[in-house]
């Protein structure tokens, strides 16, 4: 009866320690995404406000390549007109098995820095 109950009590912490390795997986991987997503914004807040980079555009490629497999990093930038600005909006897309996971993080680029 005593060895019936300890197998399903170790069974059950087994369970458990999977969960939280697939937990700490996933945390990771949105970390990883986060942290990809600032580093792109941050490289191009940057850049002088006259350049090509900062240029208007929807979808534009990853401005600095190399992402991780698994990653796709797009950017898009848009004049703020009147507002002396740009609105900078960067979006990484993880596909994670058959799940696709977004982090998106945008600012705005006065024309002063």
């Known amino acids: 009866m005593a060895i019936s109950i ?25 970390t990883e995404s986060t942290t990809l997503a600032q580093d792109r914004l941050e490289w191009l807040m940057m850049q ?21 497999s698994n990653y796709q990093i ?3 930038v848009t004049d703020l007109g009147a507002f002396n600005g740009k609105l900078i909006k960067v979006t990484v897309r993880l596909r994670d098995g058959v799940v696709t996971r977004v982090t998106e993080l945008q600012c705005v680029r006065p024309a002063l820095l």
């Open 74 to 76: 797009k950017y898009d």
């Open 6 to 30: 300890l197998t399903i009590g170790l069974l059950a912490v087994a369970a458990m320690q999977s969960s939280a390795i697939r937990g700490n997986h996933l945390g990771y991987r949105v």
């Open 48 to 68: 002088d406000y006259a350049d090509s980079a900062l240029d208007a555009g929807v979808d534009k490629a990853d401005p600095l390549g190399g992402a991780p």
